[in-house]
């Protein structure tokens, strides 16, 4: 049984970059396991029989029970602490906005920055086309809605910002530009600003 948290992890994804920005704002200890999805290691007999998706994030709670994806992680986490909104309607809100980044953010701007990773983007060219459109255009709704507003839900720094900021910030990597929208931008700063904010890079 762990003593503490222990995170599958792969560093440069955002989906395990929300679980350790998470885990650090809190001050949970964890140990950190490096996962390299480039090699097949979540595809392993021994991962598949922790997480039968073969996927990471991957949370090993203290107590041995093991949770996957990476919002319900952060939902697991943020129960009775400030990260997490009191009011019922702020709490299904923020459901609202991290459910948007599951369908209509992550698989677009996440997958092309993906896909320049691993050198996919000449043979994946229209894809990434089809897929720009859909990621600017959840950009635009992102936009919209941050005017006059400092964060996702109630005013106030929650998960669903975590779960926007992860592939927002690195859309750059993906060969998004940010330059036409300002409230994203302006949010992306004080998400930075947060008390103990680490980068992406950071394990």
């Known amino acids: 049984m762990a003593s503490s948290f222990r995170l599958y992890d792969y560093l440069s994804s955002g989906n395990c970059y929300k679980v350790r920005l998470l885990l650090t704002q809190l ?24 997480n039968p998706n073969g996927r990471v994030p991957l949370l090993e709670l203290p107590d041995g029970r093991l949770l996957a994806e990476s919002n319900a992680i952060l939902f697991y986490l943020a129960d009775d602490t400030l990260f997490m909104p009191e009011d019922r309607f702020l709490r299904a809100k ?29 043979q994946r060219r229209e894809q990434i086309e089809a897929k720009r459109e859909l990621g600017y255009a959840a950009l635009g709704v992102m936009e919209r809605h941050l005017a006059g507003r400092a964060f996702f839900v109630g005013e106030r720094y929650s998960i669903a910002d975590i779960a926007l900021y992860a592939y927002t910030h690195v859309a750059a990597e ?30």
């Open 174 to 203: 993906g060969g998004f530009s940010l330059k036409e929208y300002p409230e994203v931008r302006d949010w992306l700063a004080r998400v930075a600003a947060q008390p103990r904010h680490i980068p992406i890079t950071q394990g």
């Open 27 to 50: 001050g949970l200890r964890f140990e950190r396991v490096e996962i390299d999805i480039m090699r097949g290691q979540t595809r392993t007999p021994e991962f598949l029989r922790k």
């Open 94 to 122: 923020m459901l609202e906005w991290m459910c948007f980044e599951q369908y209509s953010h992550e698989p677009n701007i996440a997958t092309v920055r993906f896909w320049m990773h691993a050198g996919w983007a000449d």
